[in-house]
């Protein structure tokens, strides 16, 4: 929330690289609402999810600094970005982090693997509001124009409003015009599943060698309150998300296994 004579202070990061569209797009949104620190990879790092770097040194690069904007880049990961961040950019505690905006979805099981999603649940274990934003779009010149009104809309409402401890926002966009969008939808994470995720090739060295690929398999394509019914359907698909991953259906029945 904003402080007395300080702008609201907004961290950015992604896991397309400091240079994608999306999240310089996502800055153009944001500068008039608060400021703004990136600090996002130098490059793509999709698929790294919460993953952290333990056994490689890290840098910092200031590529750009202007008023209300500092945009640095590291060779880690997004979360190391955030660690970062944190750690030796900031002088104030952010009032939101943000990751995205993400070229392509992370509904269902996407947001396990997803470094966008990493970089928001970095920010929710540090207890600081984290929304993150993804358009179903992997192209690199994505048009982000139609999420503008949503983007500014919500993160405005986080500022002010705040989340609840421990939760974060994982937000998707259906391809669509703004005009096209039906509506907006809360709902859960679908079931679903990557089939065929292995493909083997050979090599004329006279050795073997493995590219992940794969299609997505949604599990329950008729639930009506799931993100990918959503996004299907032309609405925007906000999932509340926590860093608690305890299975408390679950835990009466497994005491049992205590005698």
Not at 140 to 163: C, I, M, Q, S, W
Not at 206 to 231: C, F, I, K, R, S
């Amino acid at each position: 929330m904003e402080k007395q004579g300080e702008r609201p202070l907004i961290l950015i990061s992604n896991d397309d690289g400091y240079q994608a569209k999306g999240i310089n797009e996502l800055v153009d949104m944001l500068r008039p609402l608060a400021d703004i620190v990136v600090c996002a990879p130098d490059g793509p790092r999709s698929g790294y999810s919460c993953a952290f770097s333990a056994e490689i040194p890290l840098r910092l690069n200031l590529q750009r600094r202007e008023d209300g904007l500092e945009v640095w880049s590291s060779n880690g990961t997004p979360v190391d970005c955030v660690k970062l961040a944190l750690a030796r950019i900031l002088d104030r505690r952010p009032d939101l982090v943000i990751g995205g905006i993400n070229h392509g979805d992370n509904g269902s099981v996407n947001s396990h693997y997803s470094g966008t999603m990493g970089v928001v649940m970095e920010g929710c274990m540090k207890y600081i509001p984290s929304v993150a934003f993804s358009l179903c779009d992997h192209k690199p010149d994505a048009d982000f124009e139609p999420l503008r009104p949503y983007v500014v809309k919500y993160t405005r409402h986080v500022l002010e409003n705040g989340l609840p401890k421990g939760v974060c926002l994982n937000i998707n966009f259906p391809l669509l015009e703004e005009d096209e969008y039906r509506g907006v939808k809360v709902c859960r994470m679908a079931q679903g599943s990557w089939c065929n995720e292995i493909t083997t090739c050979h090599h004329p060295r006279g050795y073997d060698y493995h590219w992940m690929v794969g299609y997505y398999q949604n599990d329950e394509p008729e639930a009506d309150d799931t993100d990918n019914w959503a996004l299907t359907h032309g609405y925007v698909a906000i999932t509340p998300t926590t860093f608690d991953v305890t299975a408390y259906e679950a835990m009466e029945q497994i005491r049992n296994w205590e005698t």
